[in-house]
Each structure stands twice: as C-alpha cells, then as structure tokens.
C-alpha cells in the first residue's frame, strides 16, 4: 500500500485552507493509487493542534472526496492520524469514520513547548489516560477496536538543552544502550547524547502500550520506521 505523507504542521493550514492546493493534493493521491496498482492508499497526516475549525472541516470534507473516488476503484483507505498533546476527534463523526479500513494512532514523545528542563520533556510524553480517551472516541464514531492500530515510535527525539528547541529525530538503537539521565514511572527516558538531550520511549513503555492495545482489543501495534530500530524494540514486542 503506498503511502501519502502529509507530516508537515506547518503544510496543514496552507493545504486545507485553499480550494486549488485541495484539488492538487487530491489528484496526487489518485495518481499514487494508480501508479503503484496497489490494494488501497494509506494517507499520513500530522494535525496542529491550533488547526481552526474550517482547516479541520475541510480537511474532513476532502477524506469523504478521496475516499469516494477510491471506493470506485475499489481500493481500501487507511487513515494514520498524528496529533500534538490532545487528540482533536470532535471533527472525526460516524461519515468520515464509516469512510476509514483503520485508524492508525501514532504514539510519539513531542516537546510542545520551549522548556529547558529535563522533566519538562519528561512529563510531555504521550500516556495511556489520553490513548484511553482517543480510542473511547474513535469508538463512539463507529470504528470498532480492530479498526484501531497503536503506531510506536522507534526513534528519540534530539533537542538542545539550553535553547530549548526540538531537533532532529534520531534511530533508537543509537541511545538506547545509553544511561539514561532520568526516566519517569511510565519509562519513558531523557539521555545526554553529543551535549544535547534526547528523550525516546524505553522497552519498559512500550511493553504499557501493548498491554494497553491487547487489554482494548485494538488491531494491533506496528513499529515505525522499522530500519530505526536494530531489534531494540522488536525484542520486546516477541
């Protein structure tokens, strides 16, 4: 299944606020579709959180389209939803959500803010408490639970320690033998790496969003992107 990646925030507001960027993204994942002769089109999505409503309801307004034209194809659509702090379902209602195979959560660590403090970025990793009430919503639409796919990251986050600033995503297997400068309860982890921080999702916590996704009956996990890992995470998971 190919993928269209859409993972820039900054491209959000621009694509779904203009009627002409729409029809071009539009006809680019048709043009995906059929050059691949694929059995469906995953489209990968990264929301701001300060999307304004009209983004959000044109961006939904665009999956029904998009979703139409494959059917007719008869291709199946998978959605791989990415979100920064809460997640924004309000706008996910039973006719989009009747339009999706699965939903795909990614679950990532994301600094939101400029803090200088280790435990800042420690204590704005995701957590079960916000998947809990992401899939009792997505639920509430229509998607059933083996609908539901927990997307796990096999990379740290790389951000500089005085100025605050996120940095560049890095391969986990690159840290994690690493001692770590501080981890939370949940396990997951902050290290000093080249003078800079990194935070990242140790084994320990990612054995919670597994146990979390079997004990919701979810679709499953999946390990993203799967050449970041060298068996660090995959180990965990067999």
């Known amino acids: 299944i190919p993928v269209l990646a859409l993972t820039d925030e900054k491209d959000f507001a621009p694509l779904f606020g203009s009627d002409a960027h729409m029809a071009r993204a539009h006809k ?11 059995d469906g ?7 701001p959180h300060d999307a304004s409503e009209a983004q959000l309801y044109a961006f939904r307004q665009w999956l029904i389209a998009l979703k139409a034209q494959l059917s007719k194809r008869d291709a ?13 379902t309000q706008w996910l209602d039973k ?5 999706l195979d699965f939903v795909v959560l990614r679950v990532f660590d994301t600094p939101t803010t400029a803090q200088k403090t280790v435990g800042a970025v420690v204590r704005q990793f995701a957590d079960i408490k916000t998947l809990q009430t992401t899939v009792s919503a997505l ?8 609908e539901i796919v927990l997307a796990l990251p096999t990379f740290a986050w790389q951000w500089s320690h005085k100025r605050g600033e996120l940095g560049k995503a890095i391969p986990l297997h690159q840290v994690a033998n690493l001692k770590p400068a ?11 790496r080249a003078g800079q921080m990194v935070s990242y999702e140790s084994a320990s916590s990612i054995r919670r969003y597994v146990n979390f996704a ?5 679709g499953g996990v999946l390990l993203w992107p799967l050449g970041y890992d060298k068996d660090v995470l995959l180990k965990t998971l067999k």
């Open 214 to 218: 079997r004990e919701q009956h979810l």
């Open 76 to 88: 199946r659509a998978t959605l791989n939803l990415a979100w920064r702090g809460e997640y924004p």
């Open 95 to 99: 006719e989009l959500a009747g339009t």
């Open 41 to 47: 089109l995953q489209l990968d999505v990264s929301i």
């Open 182 to 192: 501080r981890c939370n309860s949940q396990g997951q982890c902050v290290v000093k």
């Open 139 to 146: 639920i509430a639409q229509g998607i059933s639970s083996p």
């Open 28 to 38: 680019s994942a048709l043009w995906l579709y059929d050059s691949a002769q694929a």
